[in-house]
């Protein structure tokens, strides 16, 4: 079995998938951090590799991206490949001037203004919750390895939001806090899963590190965007064991 996507066989990819955007990344997660693992996709380059942590099977698989590129990959391992939980673990920027760099974002509830639901699903829909039982579990995780998490909403973009102009970010926000939605962090992805996990009556969430802020020049470089990540990436993983 395979999809246009993913050449993976059926029994190939774990029930829990650890999803970053960046394929490197997840490279990255399963030399340093999986155990026996294998390269189950490389389709686009969109690496994913099964292995085990501390003795479970986990998935770590790539998402690309922004939402049409989180849509695909996620819809078709919840919908081909019987996946049952995926745990975004990504980059963000900040949004409350109190998040600093390199800080810990769970995603509770996240906004967009895509139109990816009416697009895919004829659903006006511009809100989607995370996942209560994932995110009960990371962090009962994080305060069972004393990493510090920060709970919120978060704000899930089609474009870079680092780019937008001072104006048009100002115009944006009221255009956020006018459906009464305060927003802790960005992204670009979480929306489609969420969304998607709820179509199908799977679980996801969201876990994210500070790679930027609207109240900070200095921002994460590449390479600690790729290999800096190691907090979030040890809470996701104990979190998925249990």
Not at 224 to 232: H, T, Y
């Amino acid at each position: 079995m395979s999809t246009p996507h993913n050449e993976a066989n059926l029994g190939d990819i774990a029930k829990t998938v650890i999803m970053p955007g960046d394929p490197l990344r997840a490279k990255h997660i399963a030399e340093k951090f999986l155990d026996t693992y294998k390269l189950v996709n490389q389709v686009r380059n969109i690496y994913a590799y099964t292995g085990e942590y501390k003795g479970k099977e986990i998935t770590v698989m790539a998402s690309g991206m922004g939402m049409p590129s989180m849509g695909i990959y996620s819809y078709e391992l919840f919908k081909f490949y019987e996946v049952e939980n995926i745990i975004r673990i990504g980059s963000c920027g900040a949004y409350v001037p109190d998040l600093n760099l390199f800080d810990i974002v769970l995603s509770n509830s996240i906004f967009t203004e895509s139109t990816y639901a009416l697009g895919f699903n004829n659903d006006d829909c511009h809100f989607i919750d995370t996942s209560k039982e994932l995110n009960e579990k990371i962090k009962s995780t994080a305060n069972k390895i004393g990493i510090n998490i920060i709970e919120g909403n978060t704000i899930c973009n089609d474009s870079f939001d680092p780019y937008m102009t001072k104006e048009n970010f100002d115009k944006f926000m009221d255009r956020v806090h006018k459906q009464n939605f305060f927003p802790l962090s960005a992204e670009m992805e979480a929306f489609a899963l969420c969304y998607n996990a709820k179509m199908l009556n799977k679980k996801a969430t969201c876990l994210m590190t500070v790679v930027d802020s609207r109240f900070e020049t200095k921002t994460a470089t590449s390479e600690e965007r790729e290999q800096g990540l190691d907090n979030m990436i040890k809470i996701a993983l104990e979190a998925s064991i249990q």
